[in-house]
């Protein structure tokens, strides 16, 4: 059996990882990846920490480039590695554009499409936009679908997706996470290392790390986090990372507003391993990041997101994540909560695992290899 695995972003990048392990490590199974590298360093990063060296490499990213010339650039240069490679089956991860153009371009070769991060929906298509829309298209270009929760499975249900191809692994990210904190805990070079690179912090203040870098939040949003986030740091007693997106929209919007605040740094992308390393560290997270609502439960760490809707229910149910929207004024009493309020801070600093227990790529490697059964 042939499996063509592609992928172009970070976050991809990260949750396909242990799957293309998982993969390599069944000699009956062919094995080959294919990056669109709709991200560029930031895809890089994540293929040298999980030493993924790709067969093809479509190398297509462009500064502030567009979803259609995007789209249409990985729809062409995947259907030609589909042509050429001829797998039985193609797998893709959630909800990017590389995820979707991959699907339509094996649909169109009638070649099967295995979705991993199935079912996700917040319901609103604008809304994270247009994961949402492509999310629910690659699910209609599906043949196997492995959503991480029973509440996935639940909303491919009452789209008349059919039981026998529904799969529930939990999140492959969590088998990232787990591979990156055992080489942490196990070894104490990288560890400091891991932390080597980051701006020198005053540990008697708390770290709160930020990211963000949602579509929808660049029309205001970005900009009003950006100043309750420079009003936090005014308290004196906060340290915000903020490792800024390449993104410009992002980068423009951080840098004109929290740049020369000596309690806000704004450093670069961190590599995986660092970025655990200081989620770890952290005493709570501001994002609008999907992977990141999935890590931080599991790590124990109350993460305030600012979306107005999301697609991963389970942690706010699970009462580590709470969602914000972008007004200042509210992201602002928010955190102001968890940070003078121990008890309400203690409630949502428990580590659950809604996401997973780390066997989810095992599982998907199984499932695909005794197909149809
Ligand atoms: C993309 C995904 C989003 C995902 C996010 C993860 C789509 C439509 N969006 O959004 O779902 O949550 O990745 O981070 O698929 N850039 C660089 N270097 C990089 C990466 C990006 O310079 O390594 C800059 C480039 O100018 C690029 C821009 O960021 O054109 C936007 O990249 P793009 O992948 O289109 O959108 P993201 O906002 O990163
Ligand atoms: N991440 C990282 N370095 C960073 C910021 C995030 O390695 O500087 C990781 C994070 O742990 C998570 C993933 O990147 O696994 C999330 O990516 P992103 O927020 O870009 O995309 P999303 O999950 O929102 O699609």
């Given at each position: 059996?042939k ?26 199974l ?62 893709v ?37 247009p ?7 690659v ?11 029973e509440?996935?499975a ?41 932390m080597?690179?980051?701006p020198?912090?005053?540990q ?7 990211t ?27 340290e ?13 919007t ?81 955190a ?21 227990d ?16």
């Amino acid at each position: 059996m042939k499996i063509l695995t592609v992928f172009g972003t970070r976050p991809e990048a990260i949750k396909l990882a242990p799957v293309v392990l998982a993969l390599k490590d069944d000699p009956s199974l062919e094995n080959i990846v294919c990056v669109t590298a709709q991200h560029r360093q930031m895809l890089d990063q994540v293929l040298e920490i999980f030493a993924l060296k790709p067969d093809y490499d479509l190398d297509l990213m462009e500064p502030n480039q567009s979803l259609t010339r995007l789209t249409a650039g990985a729809l062409e240069g995947v259907g030609r590695v589909i042509d050429e490679a001829r797998p039985d089956w193609v797998i893709v991860q959630g909800d990017t554009t590389t995820a979707f153009a991959t699907a339509l371009a094996a649909f169109y070769r009638k070649t099967k499409v295995a979705h991993v991060e199935a079912g996700l929906r917040s319901g609103d298509i604008f809304a994270p936009w247009p994961e949402e829309t492509n999310r629910q298209l690659v699910g209609r270009l599906t043949t196997m679908h492995f959503p991480p929760t029973e509440g996935a499975a639940e909303n491919l249900r009452r789209e008349a997706v059919p039981d026998a191809v529904i799969d529930v692994t939990g999140n492959t990210v969590i088998d990232a996470l787990q591979w990156v904190a055992a080489r942490l805990d196990r070894d104490s070079a990288l560890s400091a290392k891991a932390m080597a690179g980051l701006p020198r912090l005053d540990q008697a203040r708390r770290l709160i790390l930020v990211t963000g870098h949602r579509r929808e939040n660049f029309d205001g949003g970005l900009e009003r986090i950006c100043r309750a986030l420079r009003q936090l740091a005014e308290r004196g007693d906060v340290e915000i990372v903020y490792p800024v997106h390449l993104n410009p929209n992002v980068q423009a919007t951080a840098r004109s507003i929290l740049a020369d605040h000596p309690a806000i740094h704004l450093i670069a992308p961190l590599d995986y391993i660092p970025f655990v390393a200081v989620m770890r560290q952290a005493h709570m997270i501001v994002t609008d990041s999907g992977g990141i609502q999935e890590e931080a439960p599991s790590l124990g760490k109350p993460v305030l997101v600012t979306r107005d809707t999301t697609e991963r229910p389970e942690a706010v149910h699970a009462g580590t994540t709470k969602l914000v929207g972008t007004r200042t004024d509210v992201l602002l009493a928010e955190a102001s909560v968890l940070l003078d309020d121990p008890a309400a801070y203690a409630r949502m600093a428990q580590a659950k695992n809604p996401f997973g227990d780390g066997r989810a790529s095992q599982r998907i490697v199984k499932r695909l290899k005794n197909w149809p059964n």
